[in-house]
């Protein structure tokens, strides 16, 4: 990556932190929506749903034209499209019904649910393989900071004459002139630029010009690899939609803690998933070179330890906040091994032209359960009546998302061998400048190229 490169992924980062601002502020002022709107916590939490269930079936839409068109200019759009209606939520006027709240935040979860296939198809194109777990983590750090950061700003416009409002204007507000500043120095990376099998001839001025077409979405979906990450995502990602949203009821309830210690429960346990998605990934990167099963396998091991401190954070009564705050810590830590490796692992076994819809399928499938955590949570808690079965409910979908892991350890090393022997043919043509399509591109999906194999401790290309 040159120095504008650099630019590029920090502003990616900055935009990324904004927009999950927002996404938090939300749970952090129930009691204040609820007050205002006179509404209960189950239309509430249904509201949350909504923002990211319509995002995530949009962003569909959003990740086919990435796969065909300018991802700069796409993700201009739809950093404008998102931002706007949070910036209209903090203005009384937009929102002085609660159907003019559940309107901004609907509008608001499209750019949200948008951003995030733009976001890693670019990435798999500005790093190589042996760092794209690392760059995922960037972002997923800017994601997990967010996360924090958002009740704090909804904690800070309480206490302003202002109130709830002014947390969606603060959260808005700094995107503008970061977006206006990538649409100047932003550049869509040549696609395809950072595979082995394919550098040379584009740095010698060849044009990789293969786009996605519908019928792609056959080979999208039989690859293995591909089937086991989208179907993790969805009970892997329950208690990420349930949790930011009823976790600091759940202690204000339970443990009779006030909000604000609560609130600190949810932030170290954000912070320090943030910072072990960081670490977790610079691991991950290295495994997947040694060889790409171990990933899958960090991954499997992560998620059953990280259960094992959440358990004792929910059916324990530990007697004291710090030693909530230890445990929230470590769960946090574990728990997101997955985080940014799953995300290495999709952009490593999918073809540059296929990059953009994957993310969008895997978004899709990661905010179904996203965007019914707060719903299945509010489920659970009327029919039930019980916190302790809300809590113990997640803990036991995030122990089948480590069980389908495993599926991935079992096919991960054949599809990445396969990608790396369709990018060597694709890569000979592009040295012979030899099209096989009417765009100038190369296209096929079979392939009589010599087989890489993974042999001993390296991948070999």
């Given at each position: 990556m040159n120095g504008r490169d650099k630019l590029t992924l920090a502003l990616l980062v900055a935009l990324s932190f904004f927009l999950m601002c927002d996404l938090f502020i939300t749970p952090a002022i129930i009691d204040a929506l609820?007050?205002?709107?006179g509404v209960s916590e189950i239309y509430l939490s249904g509201v949350g749903s909504?923002?990211?269930?319509?995002?995530?079936?949009?962003?569909?839409?959003?990740?086919?034209?990435?796969?065909?068109?300018?991802?700069?200019r796409l993700l201009v759009i739809t950093v404008l499209i998102g931002e706007l209606p949070c910036l209209l939520t903090g203005i009384h006027f937009f929102t002085e019904s609660f159907s003019g709240f559940v309107i901004m935040r609907v509008l608001t979860g499209i750019g949200v649910g948008g951003i995030y296939p733009l976001t890693f198809s670019l990435v798999g194109d500005y790093f190589q393989v042996r760092h794209r777990a690392t760059a995922s983590a960037c972002i997923d750090l800017a994601w997990g900071l967010g996360m924090a950061a958002g009740p704090l700003l909804a904690g800070l416009a309480l206490k302003t004459d202002y109130g709830w409002r002014l947390a969606f204007i603060l959260a808005a507000v700094p995107s503008f002139p970061i977006v206006a500043l990538f649409a100047l120095v932003a550049r869509d990376p040549e696609r395809g630029r950072t595979e082995a099998a394919l550098s040379q001839a584009i740095q010698e001025g060849a044009h990789y010009r293969q786009r996605l077409q519908l019928q792609d979405f056959r080979v999208i979906f039989k690859n293995r690899t591909n089937l086991f990450l989208f179907l993790q995502g969805i009970p892997g990602s329950i208690p990420w939609g349930l949790f930011p949203f009823w976790l600091i009821i759940f202690f204000n309830e339970t443990r009779q803690f006030s909000q604000q210690d609560a609130t600190y429960i949810w932030e170290i346990f954000c912070l320090a998933a943030g910072l072990g998605g960081f670490i977790w990934a610079l691991l991950g990167d290295r495994l997947f070179i040694r060889k790409p099963s171990l990933l899958p396998g960090l991954c499997t091991a992560g998620v059953f330890a990280g259960i094992i401190p959440s358990?004792?954070?929910?059916?324990?009564?530990?007697?004291?906040?710090?030693?909530?705050?230890?445990?929230?810590?470590?769960?946090?830590?574990?728990?997101?091994?997955?985080?940014?490796?799953?995300?290495?692992?999709?952009?490593?076994?999918?073809?540059?032209?296929?990059?953009?819809?994957?993310?969008?399928?895997?978004?899709?499938?990661?905010?179904?359960?996203?965007?019914?955590?707060p719903?299945?949570?509010?489920?659970?808690?009327?029919?039930?009546?019980?916190?302790?079965?809300?809590?113990?409910?997640?803990?036991?979908?995030?122990?089948?998302?480590?069980?389908?892991?495993?599926?991935?350890?079992?096919?991960i090393n054949r599809d990445r061998i396969q990608l790396l022997a369709l990018m060597c043919e694709r890569g000979e043509r592009l040295q012979t400048q030899q099209p096989d399509d009417a765009t100038g591109g190369v296209t096929g999906t079979l392939f009589s190229a010599p087989t890489p194999t993974i042999t001993g401790t390296r991948e070999n290309a």
């Open positions: 609820r007050a205002e709107y909504a923002f990211i269930l319509v995002g995530a079936a949009i962003s569909i839409l959003f990740g086919f034209k990435a796969d065909r068109g300018s991802r700069k358990m004792i954070i929910f059916n324990t009564d530990l007697g004291s906040l710090q030693a909530y705050l230890l445990l929230a810590g470590l769960a946090g830590l574990l728990i997101t091994v997955p985080a940014s490796n799953t995300k290495a692992m999709l952009m490593n076994v999918n073809r540059p032209e296929h990059r953009g819809s994957v993310f969008a399928i895997f978004n899709l499938a990661d905010n179904i359960g996203k965007g019914t955590g719903a299945i949570g509010g489920i659970l808690l009327a029919t039930t009546g019980s916190y302790y079965t809300m809590a113990n409910t997640a803990l036991v979908l995030w122990l089948l998302c480590g069980c389908l892991f495993i599926g991935v350890i079992t096919s």
